[in-house]
């Protein structure tokens, strides 16, 4: 963390509070994409088509039609949630031979996996995995929505035709990735200067310089009148898999036709009065479990000294994890590519929504054909056969997303976040906030917190008073960081919360993109 930092700054964001809906996104944009859908009369579940498809258009590192995710929604007159998984799968085609390890190390990614030679896992056309995004949003369209698919699509096309802005924020995202995106024609093409350059960002505020996107506009055009068909077995489908083949990976129309997006019975987690509602599987949402399982067993007097038992529940919950589901370890990173959404409507019903393409840029590969960045899902995988979440031909990834619905004290709330491995972190520690302390969401979203991901290290906000810092270094080594725009010490997260009369929303303070959205009247 940079220590030029200005220490008398301070930055925060207003909660959302209102009688009708909120959209709390990552993208303030497409929280106003989905805030307007439910203005119309839509369903939060229409929003959440809106929303995501938006993100898609303009945090396109972020999230896209070439990932995948999960997603919790909450129906208030069945009083039921639903677990939504549209996660990544291996290519049935893949070839472990192609990952052959180089004996130079670990990777310098998200996760410290033996590096594999020419980090083939990492970017280009062999990290890509089978996506399930567009399936994800339409699956849970054709339950619950209320107005046309098409009509939702509309928002992140007209996007997509203007194209998106890029500002100071977009700019040196952009150029953190430079030397991975010009290996690629394409994806040099849509995002660099010249094919070569960091894109320049003006410095008034007059200026306009925006990425063109054509193709996407076109791609999403088609998904708007052939549904999700047009991607899992139509020709939209076809012509990605076919650019993916020729830039030497495996995606095929089978692949594509077979990974669709799955309803399951969520896992249900008691915790002390409350109950929250998470994905089961190869997702974060066990993780959650055991780690709030852990935090039961724990006395929490107060939320200001609260840490040190988060510690050690989370730490229990990792060692866990990693045992049976990957491997230890994390190395430092670069901002994860993935994004949360939440969702609220007047009629109480709710949806947390995470979709991703795993690292920033995904595979840093662009299909020429769609115009759609694609994911590096394969990255998920440990190389290194005979362990737990090995690579393999047509297997499931292990995600980290962790979509997750509460009830405490007559309230509900659905919540998030983004950030790889420290997303579990950050909604454990929201959920305590909000069924220990009765927080509202601005308390919650302003409470200093900690991150445990599995490493040695505790990750703590150094506004924690002293004598909390110095109890957590009875836990694990301490490394106290300011929270700051970026690089982000911390997962993202984004809620929203309903308490029977006022319905609010919130979003990660240093997120300089992310807002929460109230229903226009």
């Not at 009688?19 to 579940?45: K, T, Y």
Request: proline share 6%; glycine share 10%.
């Amino acid at each position: 963390m940079s220590e030029a930092l200005s220490a008398t700054m301070e930055i925060r964001k207003h909660v959302v509070e209102t009688d009708r809906g909120v959209v709390a996104s990552q993208h303030r944009q497409a929280a106003e994409a989905g805030a307007e859908v439910l203005r119309a009369g839509g369903d939060a579940v229409d929003a959440a088509v809106a929303c995501g498809f938006v993100c898609g258009v303009l945090e396109p590192w972020m999230s896209g039609p070439a990932g995948g995710g999960a997603a919790m929604h909450w129906r208030a007159d069945t009083g039921e949630a639903h677990a939504l998984n549209f996660g990544m799968c291996a290519p049935g085609d893949l070839r472990l031979e192609d990952f052959p390890l180089s004996g130079e190390g670990v990777a310098g990614d998200l996760f410290p996996w033996d590096r594999v030679a020419g980090d083939v896992n990492v970017t280009g056309a062999r990290a890509v995995a089978v996506p399930a995004m567009v399936d994800g949003l339409s699956a849970a369209h054709g339950r619950w929505g209320r107005m046309p698919w098409a009509e939702l699509l509309r928002p992140a096309i007209d996007h997509a035709r203007a194209g998106m802005r890029v500002d100071w924020y977009a700019a040196l995202v952009i150029a953190s990735a430079t030397r991975d995106l010009a290996r690629d024609p394409d994806a040099a093409a849509l995002f660099l200067s010249e094919g070569h350059w960091p894109r320049p960002f003006a410095w008034t505020a007059l200026a306009d310089d925006r990425i063109a996107m054509p193709r996407m506009a076109d791609s999403l055009d088609t998904l708007a009148r052939e549904g999700a068909e047009a991607m899992h077995g139509g020709d939209l489908g076809a012509a990605m898999a076919r650019d993916m083949r020729d830039k030497g990976g495996y995606l095929s129309v089978a692949d594509l036709a077979r990974n669709r997006a799955t309803f399951h019975a969520p896992l249900p987690v008691s915790y002390r009065d409350a109950l929250f509602h998470v994905m089961p599987g190869l997702t974060a949402g066990p993780t959650f479990a055991a780690a709030m399982a852990a935090l039961a067993e724990e006395r929490l007097d107060d939320a200001a000294t609260a840490h040190p038992a988060y510690a050690r529940a989370l730490r229990a919950a990792y060692r866990a994890r990693l045992a049976g589901m990957g491997a230890d370890g994390e190395v430092p990173a670069a901002p994860g590519s993935t994004t949360h959404f939440s969702v609220v409507d007047k009629d109480g019903n709710m949806v947390a929504h995470t979709q991703t393409l795993l690292s920033l840029f995904g595979a840093r590969v662009v299909s020429p054909s769609t115009g759609f960045l694609m994911n590096n899902g394969i990255m998920w995988f440990d190389p290194v056969q005979g362990r737990p979440n090995s690579l393999g031909p047509g297997k499931t990834c292990l995600m980290n997303v962790c979509p997750a619905l509460g009830a405490a004290g007559g309230r509900r709330t659905a919540l998030g976040a983004s950030g790889g491995r420290k997303i579990v972190s950050a909604v454990v520690q929201l959920a305590s906030s909000f069924a220990d302390f009765g927080m509202d969401l601005g308390a919650a979203f302003e409470r200093p917190r900690i991150d445990v991901s599995g490493g040695e290290t505790i990750v703590a906000d150094a506004r924690l008073p002293r004598p909390v810092l110095e109890a957590l270094a009875e836990v694990g080594d301490v490394r106290a960081v300011r929270r700051t725009l970026l690089p982000y010490p911390f997962a993202c997260p984004a809620a929203v919360l309903d308490d029977g009369r006022v319905r609010s929303g919130a979003t990660e303070t240093m997120t300089a993109w992310g807002d929460a959205v109230a229903e226009p009247a």
